[in-house]
């Protein structure tokens, strides 16, 4: 961590068992996995705690970017299924299937959640992924808004090899991704290993760089670019391509029509104009 990042840590941030949050520059949040002797695999608590963070910087008002990266070999190894208490369920053995289902419900559901806490975070979200990404660690990205690795990442849809489905993300998001159904068949039924030459040819991650430092030095950069930007112009932007992606052209515009009513009264808006007008250095803008 650089001497800026130890020393603009936010104290009032909460402190987590899995996962480090720290500030890299203004504006700018790294969560980043941190059970490096586990190859960050998810055990109960951080599943708990992934989205936890999530939803607490989408209310910071420092906050305007984060960050998502992964301390020691790994980005994941996905499940740790050493975790008995993952998918544990408490409660009589001889209770009816019906609600033994009922708590594996709400079991999927609550893991469900702590992903798709990236997807509504309003602050972009920037997964830098480094060596392997494994099972739940695809869902994971899969909910992140821009994806870089480096040249040593690879991406397994490993459930099927377990035992089970994919049901946290991977087969929902994944498709719309990438835009080809066929390919996610393949590797959704097959389990095989996409390196990280495939991941930018498919489109799943936008820039492949040679190791983690580089990685992670691109993603902060392009971090501090969107920081820049008016925090009420690029949250309502992640709103509405995430709001497009799942709705109609004619809804979509209505959605951003509503929006945009009340948000093109923001001063960001005249600041922005005014300084490209007169070829100003970029406008310092408000907290959102």
Same mark, same amino acid.
């Given at each position: 961590?650089?001497?800026?990042?130890?020393?603009?840590?936010?104290?009032?941030?909460?402190?987590?068992?899995?996962?480090?949050?720290?500030?890299?520059?203004?504006?700018?949040?790294?969560?980043?996995?941190?059970?490096?002797?586990?190859?960050?695999?998810?055990?109960?608590?951080? $599943?708990?705690? +992934?989205? /936890?963070?999530?939803?607490? !910087?989408?209310? =910071?008002?420092?906050?305007?970017?984060?960050?998502?990266? #992964?301390?020691?070999?790994?980005?994941?190894?996905?499940?740790?299924?050493?975790?008995?208490?993952?998918?544990?369920?408490?409660?009589?053995?001889?209770?009816?299937?019906?609600?033994?289902?009922?708590?594996?419900?709400?079991?999927?559901?609550?893991?469900?959640?702590?992903?798709?806490?990236?997807?509504?975070?309003?602050?972009?979200?920037?997964?830098?992924?480094?060596?392997?990404?494994?099972?739940?660690?695809?869902?994971?990205?899969?909910?992140?808004?821009?994806?870089?690795?480096?040249?040593?990442? $690879?991406?397994? +849809?490993? /459930?099927?090899?377990?035992? !089970?489905?994919? =049901?946290?993300?991977?087969?929902?998001?994944?498709?719309? #991704?990438?835009?080809?159904?066929?390919?996610?068949?393949?590797?959704?039924?097959?389990?095989?290993?996409?390196?990280?030459?495939?991941?930018?040819?498919?489109?799943?991650?936008?820039?492949?760089?040679?190791?983690?430092?580089?990685?992670?030095?691109?993603?902060?950069?392009?971090?501090?670019?969107?920081?820049?930007?008016?925090?009420?112009?690029?949250?309502?932007?992640?709103?509405?391509?995430?709001?497009?992606?799942?709705?109609?052209?004619?809804?979509?515009?209505?959605?951003?029509?509503?929006?945009?009513?009340?948000?093109?009264?923001?001063?960001?808006?005249?600041?922005?104009?005014?300084?490209?007008?007169?070829?100003?250095?970029?406008?310092?803008?408000?907290?959102?």
């Amino acid at each position: 961590m650089s001497f800026l990042a130890r020393n603009c840590s936010n104290s009032s941030m909460p402190q987590y068992e899995t996962i480090a949050v720290s500030v890299h520059s203004p504006f700018v949040y790294n969560v980043e996995l941190n059970r490096p002797d586990r190859l960050n695999a998810l055990n109960k608590t951080m $599943w708990r705690e +992934i989205g /936890e963070a999530f939803q607490t !910087l989408s209310d =910071d008002k420092e906050c305007r970017v984060i960050v998502l990266s #992964a301390s020691g070999k790994a980005f994941t190894a996905g499940l740790d299924l050493t975790d008995a208490s993952l998918l544990a369920q408490s409660g009589d053995e001889d209770e009816d299937i019906a609600r033994r289902c009922q708590r594996m419900y709400k079991i999927i559901k609550s893991y469900q959640g702590s992903f798709t806490a990236l997807e509504k975070c309003s602050k972009p979200v920037l997964c830098a992924v480094h060596g392997p990404c494994v099972g739940a660690g695809v869902d994971m990205a899969s909910a992140a808004d821009i994806r870089l690795c480096s040249s040593d990442a $690879w991406f397994q +849809i490993k /459930e099927v090899d377990i035992g !089970l489905a994919a =049901d946290v993300g991977t087969l929902q998001r994944l498709p719309k #991704a990438i835009g080809s159904l066929s390919l996610v068949n393949e590797l959704a039924y097959t389990a095989r290993k996409f390196l990280a030459a495939e991941a930018k040819e498919c489109g799943f991650v936008n820039t492949v760089y040679p190791d983690k430092e580089s990685l992670l030095k691109a993603a902060f950069e392009m971090a501090t670019s969107i920081a820049s930007k008016s925090p009420v112009a690029v949250q309502m932007t992640k709103r509405s391509i995430v709001f497009s992606r799942d709705h109609t052209v004619d809804e979509s515009l209505e959605h951003i029509a509503t929006w945009n009513q009340a948000l093109l009264q923001s001063e960001d808006l005249m600041m922005s104009a005014m300084a490209a007008a007169t070829k100003s250095p970029p406008p310092t803008f408000s907290k959102l």
